[in-house]
Nanobody, 123 residues
Framework: QVQLVESGGGSVQAGGSLRLSCAVSGFTATNYHMAWFRQAPGKEREGLAGINGYGGTSYTDSVKGRFTISQDNAKKTLYLQMNSLKPEDTAMYYC?????????????????WGQGTQVTVSS
């Protein structure tokens, strides 16, 4: 079955960096879309960065210029490089696979989700 497993979360001071990884297995589709989401306590899930099956990317405004989404050539691992982290970036971070062309940051369009990895940024 399809499995997405995130790693790389942790605690960091404001201004620091983290790199999240999402290992994908069991997904046989080609040119599928993937994205990173986050959810902080008491807040709605937020789409951060998405990458379509052809390598095109999309970012929400709050992370543009700070976060970079990428994937390896074999599309087995998705990454999120996070720089200049802020306390408001504290949340559980999830990767997702599936998605819809042109709506990379729309969570309900994604079929498969990882279990999440916690990111905590202290001031």
């Amino acid at each position: 079955q399809v499995q997405l497993v995130e790693s790389g979360g942790g605690s960091v001071q404001a201004g620091g960096s983290l790199r999240l990884s999402c290992a994908v297995s069991g997904f046989t589709a080609t040119n599928y879309h993937m994205a990173w989401f986050r959810q902080a306590p008491g807040k709605e899930r937020e789409g951060l960065a998405g990458i379509n099956g052809y390598g095109g990317t999309s970012y929400t405004d709050s992370v543009k210029g700070r976060f970079t989404i990428s994937q390896d050539n074999a599309k087995k691992t998705l990454y999120l490089q996070m720089n200049s982290l802020k306390p408001e970036d504290t949340a559980m971070y999830y990767c997702a696979a599936g998605g819809t062309w042109g709506r990379l940051l729309h969570g309900p369009d994604y079929t498969y989700w990882g279990q999440g990895t916690q990111v905590t940024v202290s001031s």
